[in-house]
């Protein structure tokens, strides 16, 4: 039995019918909405983090200090802008809107709501939809990381330079991670497109438990747990969130590949990254949540998937996984590069690829029907996932007791420090020492002829 798809669901042939004013109010939308949630992105991280460190965080400018941020970015704009010498003029200004941009646009096959009437005409609460359209976020998340390399090259810096080439290690590690954790979507609704991934979740088919006909959840998160929590942690290294905020290591890099940039360009480049992270986290609720789908206590409501209503459930579940970021930077520390490039490369891509050929082989031999076993299968392969994540590399050694480590010492005492603490010679010093010899010889020659 196919998952049910509902009436207010839309597909791709309502996209392109819009006059083009209604375009523009779409695309206006899309923009205020990334310029919004980095405004109130910055306050709401910084009053959670500081609730969490229990200090009050932002409150004197404005409600709730609600215009903190708005009042930053004024004294961003009026700060004087330092161009380094040795920077590329050209790339030094366009790097920062290369991933403004490519954060901004990958909102526009995002699906905020289903059909509804805007001025007399129906259409889609999305801008816009293609067949591939997973695969424009992922092409527009790959390009974003080109200002962050192209920004740390052209400062012509030793800092910026480093943390450049570690965003894009952690591009080509994580890419492939994310990218695999998407094919079990595509393998469960049959589709790339946005809309119709998240109509595919709108309701999963029925299953008789004790004579009765019992709804399963359509959510590919319960549906495909293991994706789904390879895909979050994917995700959150795509956009250097901590703990993976390794290319602006402040305690290495200074501040990464931002190190030369200051007024306007270094607030684009703040702009970039919490757009990313609002996008990454729309991205997620269209593939794993639903999309904007309601939860399931609020589905009894019959119409709270149609009208406007579903747009506060899309924007409730968008918040709660950027409260998820947060709560990842108020709590963990940052990982080493080794331990991050083994997690990526030897824990979730070998996972992901053994979880996705047992979902093939599952969906061919028991098909979508029996979505219980699926869940009971999901959730083995995340118990598993998780073993390896945790899983000890190396086994630890038992602490010697002290005789051992008495014993283990020369004449079974305690080291002493050397006693000639002289610093050898540098190579100059030999030189002069040398040239000076003769000279000292036979002064010393004469002397004794005297």
Partial sequence: MSPIVLAQDPSLADFGQDPWWLVLIKILFAFVFAVLATLLGVWFERRVVARMAVRPGPNQVGPFGLLQTLAD?????????????SADKVVYFF??????????????????GPMVSIFGHQTPLQVTDVPVAVLVVLAFSSLAVYGIVLG????????????????????????????LSIVAVF?????????????????????ELFGLAVPMPGWYAILLFPSFVIFFIS?????????????????????????????????LFMLSEYVAMVTMSAFTVTLFLGGWHA???????????????????????????VFVFVWL????????????????????????????????????????????????????????????????????????????????RPHGSFPLPPMDLQVPPSPRTKRVVA????????????????
């Fill in 73 to 85: 970015g004024l004294k961003m704009a009026f700060k004087e802008d330092i161009l380094p010498k």
């Fill in 95 to 112: 790097a920062p809107v290369i991933s403004v941009v490519c954060a901004v646009t990958a909102l526009s096959v995002i699906p905020f």
């Fill in 152 to 179: 740390g090259w052209a400062s012509g810096s030793t800092y910026p330079v480093l943390g450049g080439l570690r965003s894009s290690a952690q591009l080509i590690s994580y890419e492939v991670a994310l990218g």
């Fill in 187 to 207: 393998m469960l609704s049959g589709t790339m497109s946005t809309s119709e991934i998240v109509s595919a979740q709108g309701s999963g088919p029925e299953v």
């Fill in 235 to 267: 995700i959150v290294g795509e956009t250097n969130r901590a703990p993976f905020d390794l290319p602006e290591a402040e305690s290495e890099l200074v501040a990464g590949f931002m190190t030369e940039y200051s007024s306007l360009k270094f607030a």
């Fill in 295 to 321: 939860p399931w206590p609020i589905t009894i409501w019959e119409g709270a998937n149609s009208g406007w209503w579903p747009m506060l459930w899309f924007f409730g579940k968008v918040i709660a996984l």
């Fill in 329 to 408: 930077r108020g709590t963990l520390p940052r990982m080493r590069y080794d331990q991050f490039m083994r997690l990526g490369w030897k824990v979730l891509i070998p996972v992901n690829l053994v979880y996705i050929v047992g979902l093939a082989g599952f969906l061919k031999t028991q098909g979508w029907e029996r979505t219980d076993r699926l869940i009971a299968y999901g959730l083995v392969a995340g118990v598993l996932m998780l073993a390896a994540l945790f899983w000890p590399s190396r086994r630890p050694q038992p602490k010697p007791t002290v005789q051992e480590q008495v014993d283990s």
């Fill in 435 to 450: 040239e000076r010899e003769p000279a000292n010889v036979a002064a010393g020659q004469d002397s004794r002829e005297v």
